[in-house]
């Protein structure tokens, strides 16, 4: 705080001086003194010089909690924490160490001083494939000419927004893998699989435009349904709750819309297809893919998500696609993502086509390349799954979720559990709020529509994170036995 102090002392006489351009300038100055990072910082500086212009007497008190949070957190926690729909106001709950998923300033400084930035298990950025990927620095390597696709369209005579050699690449690694049906299907690209989960609710909900539809999900289940739905707050439809009380649906609602992810996040388990089953059914098969699940079956629904993130890591480059069935459907969520985003962008499209080519090559001679992503990619979580057991294992307060080996088409043979989530439930009777436990120990989870007693610790970290997960999770067990 004293350095921030300092430099607003020099900063405040020449800011209340200085015209806009000028104070660009300034900030520019006095940024590596500072020890600013990033533009997300940067911007920051000069917000709060044109903020001090104005009027000093309220917005001191902004800058200094900005800048004081600025030296002390890390942007990327910053904008990780906005992505989790923490608070609207998020620098200031970060600032006092509110957020439920991100803690930051001098608490936070000590708490995570060992791990570096982004140590949390919370989120399920997927960073344990940037290893891979440093290995073989020229897999899936993309170089973009200057005048690589300018038009909103991919074609000059047709209105087309996706490639061809995207979709029939989909086509190719489905069929290679063997989850997923896309013969006679059609598949709509969305920026990421989260536009497209609202694209077909709406376009669904669009069908029984006279009532209000219904979204439900089973607890647990991937918490951005809910928030998502209710952020967005569409007249067309709700976030209700589990399906099972809708059996039947009530008369005098619309449609029900049920969102199923198989294998779910947070607990890793098939969801098989429900007995009472609601008018629509969304599946969620971002985890479907042979390093996070066995591949028993071809998925074949009329409606089926995934997402590029979970099958190479590359969450960033924001793909996702929509396997759909019924062609009137199809069309409603292809405009949906027209009117919302003018299609997908098309240097994500080219590197999302030459990742999952890069993929479809390195099994082009059968599934026994060991040096293959979907085998890199079991490895690790298996070895990570493993190691969180052996820890929990002997541990009356904490209890893992239960995973048993299967057979694996795409590997053929019965492979081990290499989920990406850890699903724990709290035991004793006194924590009554699990996330809170972890945090005790410096350990950041979230919860998953079930109730404080469960959390939920993500194994998709790097290797840093992970070691400091389970250095941290061995810690609270042992302090836990050790008290009993």
Same mark, same amino acid.
Request: glycine share 6%; charged share 20%; net charge positive.
């Given at each position: 705080?004293?350095?921030?102090?300092?430099?607003?002392?020099?900063?405040?006489?020449?800011?209340?001086?200085?015209?806009?351009?000028?104070?660009?300038?300034f900030?520019?100055?006095?940024?590596?003194l500072?020890?600013?990072?990033?533009?997300?910082?940067?911007?920051?500086v000069?917000?709060?010089l044109?903020?001090?212009?104005?009027?000093?007497?309220?917005?001191a008190? $902004?800058?200094?909690?900005?800048?004081?949070?600025?030296?002390t957190?890390d942007s990327?926690?910053?904008?990780?924490? $906005? #992505?989790?729909?923490?608070?609207?106001?998020?620098?200031?709950?970060l600032?006092?160490?509110?957020?439920?998923?991100?803690?930051?300033g001098?608490?936070?400084?000590?708490q995570?001083?060992?791990?570096?930035?982004?140590?949390?298990?919370?989120?399920?950025?997927?960073?344990?494939?940037?290893?891979?990927?440093?290995?073989?620095?020229?897999l899936?390597?993309?170089?973009?000419?200057?005048?690589y696709?300018?038009?909103?369209?991919?074609?000059?005579?047709a209105?087309?927004?996706y490639?061809?050699?995207?979709?029939?690449?989909?086509?190719?690694?489905?069929?290679?893998?063997?989850?997923?049906?896309?013969k006679?299907?059609?598949? $709509?690209?969305?920026?990421?699989?989260?536009?497209?989960?609202?694209?077909?609710?709406?376009?669904?909900?669009?069908?029984? +435009?006279?009532?209000?539809?219904?979204?439900?999900a089973?607890?647990p289940?991937?918490?951005?349904?809910?928030?998502?739905?209710?952020?967005?707050?569409?007249?067309?439809?709700?976030?209700?709750?589990?399906?099972a009380?809708?059996?039947?649906?009530?008369?005098?609602?619309?449609a *029900?819309?049920?969102?199923?992810?198989?294998p779910?996040n947070?607990? #890793?388990?098939?969801?098989?297809?429900?007995?009472?089953?609601? @008018?629509h059914?969304?599946y969620?098969?971002?985890?479907?893919?042979?390093?996070?699940?066995?591949?028993?079956?071809?998925?074949?629904?009329?409606?089926?998500l995934?997402?590029?993130?979970?099958?190479?890591?590359?969450?960033? +480059?924001?793909?996702?696609?929509?396997?759909?069935?019924?062609?009137?459907l199809?069309?409603?969520? *292809?405009?949906?993502?027209?009117?919302?985003?003018?299609?997908? +962008?098309? @240097?994500?499209?080219?590197?999302?086509?030459?990742?999952?080519?890069?993929?479809?090559k390195?099994y082009? @001679?059968?599934?026994?390349?060991?040096k293959?992503?979907?085998?890199?990619?079991? @490895?690790?979580?298996?070895?990570?799954w493993?190691t969180?057991?052996?820890?929990?294992?002997n541990?009356?307060?904490?209890?893992?979720?239960?995973?048993?080996?299967?057979?694996?088409?795409?590997?053929?043979?019965?492979?081990?559990?290499?989920?990406?989530?850890?699903?724990?439930?709290?035991?004793?009777?006194?924590?009554?709020?699990?996330?809170? $436990?972890?945090?005790?120990?410096?350990?950041?989870?979230?919860?998953?529509?079930?109730?404080?007693?469960?959390?939920?610790?993500?194994?998709?970290?790097?290797?840093?994170?992970?070691?400091?997960?389970? #250095?941290?999770?061995?810690?609270?067990?042992?302090?836990?036995?050790s008290?009993?």
């Open positions: 705080m004293l350095v921030t102090m300092l430099a607003l002392e020099v900063a405040i006489p020449y800011a209340m001086r200085m015209k806009t351009n000028s104070l660009h300038v900030a520019h100055r006095i940024f590596p500072l020890s600013f990072c990033s533009v997300t910082e940067y911007l920051l000069v917000r709060g044109k903020a001090l212009r104005r009027s000093f007497s309220f917005t008190f $902004v800058v200094l909690l900005c800048w004081e949070i600025v030296l957190c990327r926690l910053c904008v990780a924490c $906005v #992505a989790q729909q923490c608070t609207p106001w998020p620098m200031v709950v600032s006092r160490g509110l957020c439920p998923y991100f803690h930051t001098v608490r936070a400084r000590n995570w001083k060992d791990d570096g930035p982004g140590g949390a298990a919370c989120c399920g950025d997927p960073l344990l494939f940037e290893a891979y990927w440093r290995a073989n620095p020229n899936g390597t993309v170089v973009i000419p200057g005048w696709r300018m038009s909103y369209l991919t074609r000059d005579n209105a087309i927004l490639t061809d050699a995207l979709l029939r690449t989909i086509r190719d690694l489905h069929g290679m893998v063997g989850n997923a049906v896309t006679d299907r059609y598949i $709509v690209v969305g920026t990421g699989s989260m536009q497209l989960i609202n694209a077909v609710v709406h376009s669904l909900a669009l069908l029984n +435009s006279d009532r209000v539809s219904s979204v439900v089973k607890a289940y991937y918490s951005a349904y809910k928030v998502q739905t209710e952020y967005l707050d569409s007249p067309l439809f709700n976030f209700a709750r589990d399906p009380r809708f059996t039947g649906n009530a008369t005098g609602r619309g *029900q819309i049920e969102l199923i992810a198989s779910n947070p607990d #890793a388990q098939i969801q098989e297809v429900p007995q009472n089953i609601s @008018e059914v969304i969620d098969h971002a985890y479907n893919w042979p390093h996070l699940s066995p591949i028993t079956k071809a998925s074949d629904h009329d409606i089926m995934f997402t590029l993130s979970k099958i190479t890591g590359h969450a960033g +480059s924001r793909i996702g696609w929509a396997i759909i069935k019924d062609y009137n199809y069309r409603t969520v *292809q405009w949906y993502v027209v009117l919302n985003t003018l299609g997908v +962008s098309h @240097e994500s499209q080219l590197r999302a086509t030459q990742l999952i080519r890069t993929i479809i390195s082009s @001679e059968g599934i026994r390349n060991e293959g992503l979907f085998h890199y990619g079991r @490895e690790v979580l298996e070895s990570r493993a969180i057991q052996s820890i929990l294992k541990s009356s307060r904490f209890s893992l979720q239960e995973l048993k080996p299967d057979y694996c088409f795409f590997f053929a043979q019965i492979v081990d559990p290499s989920p990406g989530h850890a699903w724990i439930r709290c035991n004793y009777e006194e924590d009554v709020d699990c996330a809170a $436990v972890m945090l005790s120990a410096g350990i950041i989870g979230r919860k998953f529509g079930s109730g404080n007693r469960f959390v939920r610790l993500s194994l998709l970290k790097r290797r840093s994170h992970f070691e400091i997960l389970t #250095a941290r999770l061995t810690k609270l067990v042992a302090q836990t036995s008290s009993t």
